[in-house]
DNA sequence: TTGTAAGCGTTATCAA
DNA sequence: TTGATAACGCTTACAA
């Protein structure tokens, strides 16, 4: 320590008040008279009070620390989403203790252990590594984002609104058949809605669909030589029809949108693609790739308002620990962008 | 709380030892005997203990926090710069409190109050906001990225270098003229040098060049517009010239390609184009962006050196705490992707 | 409206 | 090798 700190006690003695009062005056300063008041706060800037949270925290139990595991932030989902969850500092007033997980049971269930031992009142999971069971045993309020949530609460997007509306979309730009082409995504995961979303909006619309599930890799060129072979086969199997393609995300489709790019100069007339979250891939484009946005700033919100009121709820009296887990679902934005325009020279 | 916790009173009167000894187990167990080891080991396993750093924090006066002050997460550079600080836990074992700030010097002079009053031992700031001199004046470890830095130890990528590489490798691809497009970066910014490498390397090869300094907006689409006048300017000017772009980062490099793409159906042979800091849109775009890369992951792992090495210090009987700020430099390294390949058939 | 005193759960300093 | 005891800097009854 350079120059040792400034103290509750070093202020009430300066003051002539007792520590508690200068306590009170942070805490409840409509208790002390105005004058009391402005002498404390003269006091601080005289001798350049900093407070000391730490001990704060260890007398009251109250930490204002909220732990964050992520998969990555190398995705911009999950950054962005990170992004708008520690803008809500500003409402409030929560701190975050942030990790990134790499898909290590072990190392994630450290990370929590150390969270743990900071006293963190909740946590937000977005990595998928820990069964929700496992989190809710730990028995601090918990919110999950677009994960397996079985036990915990959760914030999604709709899903299967998404896929509804992607699929739609592309009915309606006088496709001949519809594709979509996705991993494949387990069902208790909330992305699985995608698929049920294009299947059900397929059957509805009475249209030609094809489902493609399969194994794309782990990364963006295992991603691009797998779609590329996805497109190929697409191409001589529906030859002279207009194929609707609803990839499962923007990266797929970008691939898929620069593989016709490189081949034809230009988006052929007999192609409309859409992909999914929004990416800043799917503006970027050579060509605005239409997308099912996922909001975002709404999620991140609305985790921080359940993970909230979970928190404030312990520090009653009684606290009411009882109760199902709550599940809220965000509505995605449709972007209909130029690979879903209908042909203007038919 | 739902159940009270296991402090080390509980474990001590289990054993019959001493809180110290308990206090010992964890920090010096070899000063105990094999035997009681096992007989405390024992305990906590019993009786379920969690280790409380906040106590230890508080008695200590060693948090294990950094805080971190960056700008945004949306631009991948960051998000990915603090990825990689983020995993130097598995290395150092200091936890991260994270900030975003908005380029709003009261916020984020209140979010170092806050990291402060949590007595963080450590400060990594790539945020522009604040004057090195300020951040300088708070008396702890600091280390900037890649922003002016004259009063703080600073790890940056050597820009200059980049620059270099850059304009190089456009020169060998035999062009006609070079360019580079910018925005008026200050002189004090790391990122200058990339305007300097292109000015110098330009002269010493003895190359006709235009350096294109101006605003290009905020958004995406204030770049896409002002970028595609630019470019446009550029096709007119030098018609039936070899044209080598060097453009100050990746976005701006894909959307001058892809320009080019939606005007040609291909990059025409007259330009060769290359970006800076190996985004994922460079390898991502409809042709495969040249592009120099920052080494991300050096420059995180350096930067936790050096504070490391200052928290260190700090913690010593006679800290030595003179001394220059240290300021480091990583090399970048060059991607020759597509859009810098000489034409096979000339 | 203010003060006293007992915590909060560790670590650190002595002494044994 | 172990134990008593005093910090660490604040909050929180309870009293005044």
Redesign the interface.
């Known amino acids: 320590?350079?120059q040792k700190k400034v103290t509750f006690d070093d202020i009430a003695k300066y003051t002539n008040f007792s520590k508690t009062t200068i306590s009170r005056y942070f805490n409840n300063p409509d208790s002390l008279t105005l004058k009391n008041q402005e002498i404390i706060a003269q006091a601080l800037i005289d001798l350049d009070y900093?407070?000391?949270?730490?001990?704060k925290?260890?007398a009251s139990?109250k930490?204002e620390f909220i732990g964050i595991i992520v998969p990555?932030?190398?995705l911009?989902y999950y950054?962005?989403i990170?992004?708008q969850i520690?803008?809500s500092?500003?409402r409030f007033g929560y701190?975050?203790?942030?990790?990134?997980g790499n898909a290590n049971e072990t190392?994630e269930r450290q990370y929590i252990?150390?969270l743990?031992?900071?006293?963190i009142e909740g946590m937000i999971v977005l990595s998928h590594t820990i069964p929700s069971r496992e989190l809710a045993s730990y028995?601090i309020p918990i919110v999950t984002i677009e994960r397996e949530d079985q036990y915990t609460c959760s914030v999604n997007t709709d899903n299967y609104m998404g896929g509804v509306q992607a699929t739609s979309l592309l009915y309606k730009t006088n496709c001949d058949v519809l594709v979509h082409i996705n991993v494949n995504v387990p069902e208790s995961i909330p992305a699985y809605g995608r698929i049920q979303g294009f299947l059900d909006t397929c059957k509805e619309c009475n249209i030609p669909y094809e489902l493609l599930l399969k194994d794309l890799g782990n990364t963006?060129e295992e991603n691009r030589k797998a779609l590329e072979k996805v497109a190929h086969y697409l191409d001589c199997k529906y030859i002279g029809k207009r194929k609707g393609i609803f990839l499962a995300n923007d990266?797929y489709a970008?691939?898929f949108?620069?593989y016709l790019?490189?081949l034809?100069?230009?988006l052929p007339d007999d192609y409309r693609i859409i992909g999914f979250d929004n990416s800043?891939?799917s503006?970027?484009?050579?060509?605005p790739t239409s997308t099912v946005g996922q909001q975002i700033d709404k999620i991140a919100d609305m985790a921080m308002e359940i993970l909230v009121a979970q928190m404030n709820e312990r520090k009653k009296r009684k606290p009411n620990?009882s109760g199902e887990p709550i599940h809220k679902v965000i509505t995605p934005v449709l972007f209909n962008r130029k690979t879903t325009c209908v042909s203007e020279t038919v």
């Not at 701190?95 to 990134?100: D, E, M, N, P």
């Not at 743990?116 to 006293?119: G, I, M």
């Open positions: 320590m350079p900093k407070e000391n949270k730490v001990a925290i260890l139990g930490t990555n932030l190398y911009h950054s962005e990170l992004n520690l803008a500092y500003e701190k975050f203790l942030v990790f990134a190392v252990q150390e743990l031992a900071y006293n028995n963006y990266t970008n691939i949108l620069n790019i490189r034809h100069g230009s800043p891939i503006s970027e484009a050579v060509i620990l």
